[in-house]
Structure formats: structure tokens, C-alpha cells
């Protein structure tokens, strides 16, 4: 450097010179321009993103709103008693409460070690993990170290559900700063470590489809949480980070690695000694969750009964009309709302069903098999094309009008189904899915219920095994013609109830048309003259109904069936309108013998003879007593408020006709040797259904037959429902007190005339017969008299042996033999005896009653002896339902 100066001179110049002045000054206000810039950045980008922190915790959920516990609880089913008969669940949802002091420290400690070592430190979000795991995931490059706290994982299972569907960066960062926001605050506002941890330890994925520590213990160990030992506890532990990579079921070599981990980390961390880790470390654990599972599939049974099907039904229907939830919402909450179903079910009778409709030897020993069909393929332009069993009908019945859907094996039923399907493949067209499934023929159902309270206590929708949950159940959806059942309820009910008619009200049994001019045929395909209502219901007389229908009228008859419960009647409007535009009515005059539209339920008619049985007071059936929602509360409770249909003098007056169906009728099979019993037989046309109603003092059982397709019962098919309801309800009864129905205040006895129902006079067939006080006749018979005085009676017929009368001797058998009375019709003998000779009653007397059960009309009754001497108590193929048309 010159430091002379001449050079020092021009360098002092230089640096005072305007030039070098405005140069230094520039120089300086670029930098001070470029640092208030920087500094502008800075603020700018700190406000920035100050301000979109601010708008990401402003976005969060609510803190004081959140809900942290589990979103999903099973829902338990239990029977009459109290005893669980079913678990339902979502995929998600198999989940069962407990509370922190039901859960071992143990399994505490083992979540707490492996999951979040300063849970009981941190205030929701674990600085110290944020900064451990940000220092890994640079160094490793494959950001996949986590530093979720436990109060962090627990918001994001129950607040940020959607958390599985985030797809971007910025969708996962937004939700991670909400999550470690509302951390701390949920920690500030519970302030209760305990409450956190016991809502986490309730909610955790543990495998296996368990959600929750106590459903994992139930399902890997089968045993309670709270009986779990630190080896067991460990275990589970192990599961949370990767629930299906250490199910130990499934991978149980996986889980043991993961195990030690978990007991490494309570050793290190003090939770358990060395002691107690040396004496856990080698357990063979894995055995006994090997057989736990064996024990598991035992018992459980994931195809729901009949009556779990309809109990379903009726709760997600009754969540929506009574607690105005969506169909979606309440299905949603049946299966994973964590409710308790309190049902009506006896799980003693329900098992009696069960096994009485396993039994093959109940049923006719020729089995055949329906075939339901279902098949979705996707033809060559990609379209979904749906084919039903009515189709595969079509089709083969272009090669045999006669085909139908019934095989004699489901080997030979799966051919047609092979061929129909590869018909349809040959185009190239794929399976998208199908379904094959064979019922063995005739089918049957069966309901039981409580005529005191609605419940229902047992249902079987169908013989042979049900394979899957919520099908068809012939029970509750399957709607069949009632036959001679119907009688009682739509004809004599209102007639005896309203109509001024009584038990001993005649009818002329003779050959008789409908308005259209087709006739209504008997059973016996003869008539038996004058026949009192008592004697049409025991033998099930067509044309007596059909007249009495007319007379009660169709209108009134149908508004009695609404009363009694039915829901499938065609009333004439809209709704009755067919795919023609022809409007349905069921007011008409078949209706007397269930000749309807649509045709009736099992259950529907069972509830509805179980009204006749509680007094005339109607209960619609009920499935389950109340609904507690998952804390305990009420949701529904079901009353069996009821309504009155009949008067009670009513009720117990067809109870007493119905008992003589059973003693003397149609319905002899259906005795019970410890039960009195009272009911109805129906039978359509041509054997398509049969049915058996009847009860006891104490339940009310319906029980029907015939095939899925409405085919023909054959002839060695006819009688095997009866058998069933015997079989059922004998054994229902076990141990149960024998008793009468009991007879009302409102009732009375008295002697009338037969032929008139009225009062006697002399030269009258005398019968005692049961009255509504209302309804005594006052009224002499105007047509059988003898010597009458003044008053039209005979001298020697007083009050007295009208209102309390003394048996009738029969005047061709003074000394009053027995033969024919003791063991046939007493009614019937003694017609026969005043309007026959001694041949008929006495034939008819013995022969009647000697093969009455297998015979009916053809034990010379109609041949002098009245009805035979009790002839037509076969009601099996004579005298009862058999034979004829019953619509």
C-alpha cells in the first residue's frame, strides 16, 4: 500500500467527494431496504401462518362438545328370565364396557408402557416424544416414528372418524394440530387421567374383529378382562400397534415378539419387577388361546333364530314410529349402540319348538326339497342382469309343463340349477353372485303366546336347518288362507257378540249357493238339516257359516277381524289395487270359511284366538318388554295395554263350543291328557294349508302346514301339524295345574228347544245350552207342543226345569243305557234318540263312536241316529275339515 502523499490526498478525496458520498448512502439504504424487507417477510409469513394455525384450531371441534367415548357398543339380547341369548354387533362395534377398576393394573401398565411412557406426566401432547420422533424421522428419511400421546390417539378414533379417508399432506397436518389442540384441552377440562385411559382401553382395535379390552379377553382367552394375568395382559398389549399383524390367533410368533417388547417396557419402566418377568416371560400362552377358540365356536352361533329375525324387525320399526329415527339410524343403533333388548322369549318353550321341529319323525316320511334361486351375472356389454327361481320355472317348463320347483333330493334340484346356469352362461356372461338354497317339503310354522300378557313366547318360521339371519320366516312374513279358522273369528264372534245369536241359534244345513250362483260345499258332502251354531263350529259346518255370515253381514265381519289384529286385509281402497286395477275386497261371504286376498299370518291368527282366550281383550303380540339404552336408561318400554274386542260372556261362549271341536269335533287329535284345551281346525281347498288353533288356560299356540309353493298336501300329509301342537303343548304344559275356563257371572245355563233355540215346550227335543244372561230366550218354541194349557207350556214343564233342567231319559233306552251317550255325542244321541229308532242309535250310537276319530259321518249318523251317536268326532277325514272347500 502507498502511503505517500500524494496517494494519501486522493484516497482523503475520494472518500469525501459527493460521488463517493451518494454511493455510500445508496449503498446503505439498500440494506437497510433489503432488512425491513426481511423483516416484512418475516412478520408477513409469522402472521400468515399464525393465522392459518388460528383458522385450523378455530375449525377444530368443539373442546367442551367432544364426546371421547367409543362411538360403538354391542347390543344384548335376553330372554324372559334374564339370561343373554344373543350378542349383535357391526364390524365395528363388538364392543363391551367396562370401567377402570374392572381392568387390571396390570394390562394399565401394559398399554400405558408400550403405547405413551409419560401418560401420567405429559398435559395431552408429549413434547419430548414430538422432538425424539422429528429427530428420527429426519435421520431415517422414512417418516414413520409417531409421537401420538394416548389422549391424542383416543380423539382420533372417536372425534376425527374420518381420519382412514385423508388422502393429502395438508388434510393430515390440519388434522394433527386440531388433535394435539384439543389434547390439552380435554386434558385441562377432564383433569383425570383414569377417565381418559378407560375410555382408550374401551375403544382400542385388539384383532380378531374385538374392539375394547373385554371383548379381546372374551374372544382370545374366554374369560373376563378383569381375570386377566400379566402374561395375558401383555399379550393384548401387544395388539394395539398393528391388530391384524399381531393377532395372536393368527400370528401368534408376531405377538410373542411383540409381547416381550411390552414386558420389556414395564420392567424398564418399574411397572413390574424381574421377578415377575422372569416367572412370565416363557408362558405358553398361545395354547390356551388355541383353546379358547374351540370353546368360542361351540357356542357361538351367528345365524340369528326366527324369533331373534322378527324381534329385530319389531325394534327397528318401533326405534323409527316411536322414537322418529331414520331406518339407517336405528338399524345403526340395534347393532352398535350398546342397548339392552329385553325380550319375551321362555327359553324353555322356545327349545321345546326346537326340538320338536328337528324331530323327523314328525313330519311324513317322503321329504321333498324347494328350491329358491337367485343369480346376478354381467353379460359381454357389461351389464348386471338379475335371474329368479320363477324364471328357471319358465324356462323348464318349455320342456315340462308340469315342472315345478320341488325335487325329490337336493342332488337332483342342484342339475336344473347347473343347466339354467350354464344356459345362461353360454354367451359368455360372468357370475356376479348367487344363491341356492333347498327347504325340505311340507313345511310348517309354529307361534306360542301368553293370551294373559302378548308376549310371545316362542316362533318357529320352518322346518330344517336355517342357514342364514334375517330370511324368510314363515311365522311372521308368509301370509296364508286361514280356512275354517276364520269362522269363528269373523262370523260366530259378531253374531254371538252383537247380533243377538246364540250358541243354540239354528241354521238349516241344505244345499246352499253363493250370489254367483257356485255352490258351498260341506266337508261330508251332505247336510244335516237343522244344526245349531254350537254344532257348526264343532264339525265345522260350511254352509251354517256362510248363512250366518250373511246375516252378521260381510262389512261387520271384517270390521271384528281389524279388532282381532289382522294387518293383511283387503278392504276395497287404493291399497287394495292390483297390477290390473281391479280393487280387492275381503267384505264378502267367503270370508266366513278364510276366503281371503292376501291370507293371514301365523302369528296374526294366534294373537288373535289368544284375545277369545284372555276374555275378549286383544294384545298385538310383543317380542320384548323394554329397550335400555347404553347407559342404562329407558328408550322403549312396551305396555300390554289391550283392547276389548268381545264381551267376556262372548269369549268364554265360543271357548266352550271350541272345547267341544277338541273333545268331539274336528279336532279329537289335538287333546291333551293333562290340559284342557279348546280350538279350531282350518283346511283350504284341496289340502294347500292346514291349521290347528288352539289353548289352554294358560297359552295360545297356532300351527301351520303346507308347501312353500301352495301345492296339494298328499293324503299321509294331512295330520302331521296336529301332531306337532300336541307333541308342543304337552310338553309346554308339564307340571302345570289342570283347570277349567272360567265361566263369567254374565253366563247361564238353561233348556231349550234344539231345532229353535227357544224355550221347550212339550213334544221339544231338549238340549241344555249356554247363554249371555242378555240373550236367554224368552220365547217358546212355536213349533213342537203337546197338550199345551193357557200359557202354550205343557202342565208339567215348569220354570224351574227350564233354568235348572234334569238330564232328558231317552225314551227308546228308559232305563238309560249308556252305550251311545258315554261314548259319542251326548247332544247327538239324544236327537237321535227323539227323532230316530233304536237301530240308529244304537248303531249309530257304537259305530260312530267306536271309529268316529277315523271315519266322522260315516258311523250311521245319518241314518236315524242324529249325528250318529257322536260320529262326527273323527274330524281327521270325515266329518272335520277334510274334503272340502274351507275358503
Excluded at 247380533?499 to 244335516?528: C, H, I
Aim: proline share 4%; net charge negative; with cysteine.
Amino acid at each position: 500500500m502507498n502511503y505517500g502523499k500524494k496517494s494519501v490526498s486522493k484516497k482523503r478525496n475520494s472518500l469525501i467527494s459527493r460521488t463517493a458520498m451518494m454511493g455510500k448512502r445508496a449503498h446503505v439504504s439498500l440494506i437497510r431496504v433489503l432488512f425491513v424487507a426481511l423483516i416484512t417477510i418475516c412478520v408477513v409469513i409469522g402472521c400468515t401462518g399464525i393465522g392459518a394455525f388460528r383458522g385450523i384450531i378455530d375449525n377444530a371441534p368443539d373442546a367442551n362438545d367432544i364426546d371421547i367415548s367409543p362411538l360403538g357398543y354391542a347390543t344384548f339380547l335376553y330372554d324372559g328370565d334374564g339370561n343373554q341369548l344373543r350378542k349383535l354387533t357391526a364390524p365395528s362395534s363388538n364392543r363391551l364396557p367396562v370401567s377402570i377398576d374392572q381392568i387390571p393394573l396390570d394390562l394399565q401398565h401394559a398399554v400405558v408402557a408400550i403405547e405413551d411412557e409419560r401418560f401420567y406426566e405429559h398435559n395431552g401432547i408429549d413434547v419430548r416424544g414430538i422432538l425424539r420422533a422429528f429427530v428420527k424421522n429426519i435421520t431415517s428419511g422414512d417418516l414413520s416414528e409417531g409421537a401420538s400421546t394416548i389422549t391424542q390417539q383416543l380423539l382420533k378414533n372417536n372425534v376425527f372418524t374420518n381420519w382412514t379417508q385423508e388422502s393429502t399432506w395438508l388434510e393430515r397436518f390440519t388434522r394433527k394440530i386440531q388433535e394435539q389442540y384439543l389434547a390439552v384441552e380435554v386434558e385441562k377440562n377432564i383433569n383425570n387421567k383414569n377417565v381418559i385411559l378407560e375410555n382408550y382401553l374401551n375403544t382400542i382395535n385388539l384383532g380378531a374383529g374385538t374392539y375394547g379390552v373385554q371383548a379381546a379377553a372374551r374372544k382370545y382367552f374366554n374369560k373376563d378382562v378383569w381375570d386377566l394375568n400379566l402374561s395375558e395382559c401383555a399379550t393384548l398389549a401387544g395388539i394395539t400397534q398393528n391388530p391384524t399383524q399381531y393377532n395372536p390367533i393368527e400370528h401368534p410368533e408376531a405377538n410373542a415378539k411383540r409381547r416381550k417388547e411390552v414386558l420389556d417396557h414395564m420392567l424398564d419402566q418399574g411397572y413390574i419387577t424381574q421377578e415377575q418377568y422372569d416367572q412370565v416371560i416363557n408362558d405358553d400362552v398361545y395354547s390356551g388361546i388355541q383353546a379358547a377358540q374351540v370353546l368360542n365356536s361351540e357356542t357361538e352361533n351367528t345365524v340369528y333364530s326366527y324369533f331373534e329375525d322378527e324381534l329385530i324387525d319389531q325394534v327397528v320399526n318401533d326405534l323409527m314410529n316411536i322414537k322418529g329415527y331414520t331406518r339407517t339410524q336405528a338399524q345403526n343403533l340395534v347393532y352398535s349402540g350398546g342397548l339392552s333388548i329385553y325380550t319375551t322369549q321362555d327359553a324353555r318353550i322356545q327349545s321345546i319348538l326346537d326340538e320338536e321341529y328337528a324331530d323327523p319323525s314328525n313330519y311324513p316320511d317322503y321329504v321333498q326339497y324347494a328350491l329358491d334361486y337367485a343369480l346376478t351375472v354381467k353379460n359381454p356389454q357389461g351389464e348386471e342382469v338379475n335371474y329368479s327361481k320363477e324364471m328357471l320355472k319358465l324356462y323348464f317348463q318349455n320342456e315340462d309343463p308340469e315342472f315345478d320347483l320341488l325335487f325329490d333330493s337336493q342332488e337332483e334340484g342342484q342339475e336344473y340349477v347347473d343347466r339354467y346356469k350354464a344356459s345362461i352362461l353360454a354367451d359368455g356372461s360372468t357370475v356376479v353372485a348367487e344363491r341356492v338354497s333347498f327347504a325340505p317339503q311340507p313345511q310348517s310354522s309354529m307361534s306360542v303366546i301368553d293370551q294373559h300378557t302378548g308376549y310371545v313366547k316362542a316362533i318357529i318360521g320352518g322346518r330344517g336347518e336355517k342357514t342364514a339371519s334375517l330370511t324368510l320366516n314363515r311365522a311372521t312374513d308368509t301370509t296364508r288362507q286361514p280356512g275354517s279358522t276364520f269362522k269363528i273369528l269373523s262370523t260366530y264372534a259378531p253374531a254371538l257378540n252383537e247380533k243377538g245369536m246364540t250358541l243354540a241359534t239354528t241354521f238349516e244345513d241344505e244345499p246352499y249357493n253363493y250370489p254367483d250362483g257356485s255352490p258351498v260345499n260341506n266337508a261330508s258332502k251332505s247336510y244335516g238339516g237343522t244344526t245349531t251354531i254350537r254344532k257348526a263350529i264343532q264339525n265345522s259346518v260350511n254352509v251354517v257359516a256362510v248363512k250366518c255370515l250373511e246375516e252378521v253381514t260381510p262389512q261387520l265381519g271384517l270390521q271384528y277381524l281389524d279388532n282381532f289384529g289382522f294387518t293383511t286385509l283387503a278392504h276395497g281402497t287404493e291399497a287394495d289395487r292390483d297390477a290390473n286395477g281391479t280393487v280387492w275386497t275381503d267384505a264378502n261371504l267367503p270370508l266366513a270359511l278364510g276366503g281371503l286376498t292376501h291370507g293371514v299370518t301365523n302369528v296374526e291368527l294366534c294373537a288373535a284366538y289368544a284375545a277369545i282366550a284372555n276374555s275378549g281383550n286383544y294384545i298385538e303380540p310383543i317380542y320384548y318388554t323394554k329397550i335400555l339404552d347404553h347407559n342404562g336408561n329407558v328408550l322403549i318400554e312396551k305396555n300390554s295395554a289391550g283392547r276389548s274386542v268381545i264381551k267376556e260372556s262372548t269369549a268364554w261362549l265360543l271357548t266352550s263350543a271350541m272345547e267341544d271341536v277338541v273333545t268331539q269335533g274336528t279336532g279329537t287329535a289335538c287333546q291333551l291328557d293333562n290340559m284342557t284345551v279348546a280350538g279350531k281346525t282350518g283346511t283350504t281347498d284341496a289340502y294347500n294349508d292346514l291349521w290347528f288353533v288352539g289353548y289352554t288356560p294358560y297359552y295360545t299356540c297356532a300351527v301351520w302346514s303346507g308347501y312353500d309353493n301352495n301345492e296339494k298336501l298328499p293324503e299321509d300329509a294331512r295330520n302331521f301339524h296336529k301332531n306337532l301342537w300336541k307333541k308342543v303343548m304337552t310338553r309346554i304344559h308339564e307340571g302345570l295345574e289342570d283347570r277349567d275356563f272360567d265361566m263369567p257371572a254374565s253366563v247361564d245355563k238353561i233348556s231349550v228347544c234344539e231345532e229353535t233355540g227357544l224355550l221347550p215346550r212339550a213334544g221339544c227335543p231338549v238340549i241344555t245350552e249356554y247363554f249371555d244372561i242378555g240373550d236367554i230366550p224368552t220365547d217358546y218354541c212355536d213349533q213342537h207342543f203337546y197338550g199345551d194349557d193357557e200359557s202354550g207350556m205343557q202342565e208339567h214343564t215348569t220354570e224351574e226345569e227350564i233354568y235348572n233342567p234334569e238330564p232328558t231319559p231317552d225314551p227308546n233306552n228308559p232305563s238309560g243305557d249308556n252305550t251311545g251317550d258315554n261314548t259319542g255325542d251326548n247332544t247327538g244321541d239324544n236327537t237321535g234318540d227323539n227323532t230316530g229308532d233304536n237301530t240308529g242309535d244304537n248303531t249309530g250310537g257304537n259305530t260312530g263312536d267306536n271309529t268316529g276319530d277315523n271315519t266322522g259321518d260315516t258311523g250311521g249318523g245319518d241314518t236315524g241316529g242324529g249325528d250318529a251317536g257322536g260320529g262326527d268326532t273323527g274330524g281327521d277325514t270325515g266329518g272335520g275339515d277334510a274334503g272340502y272347500t274351507e275358503e
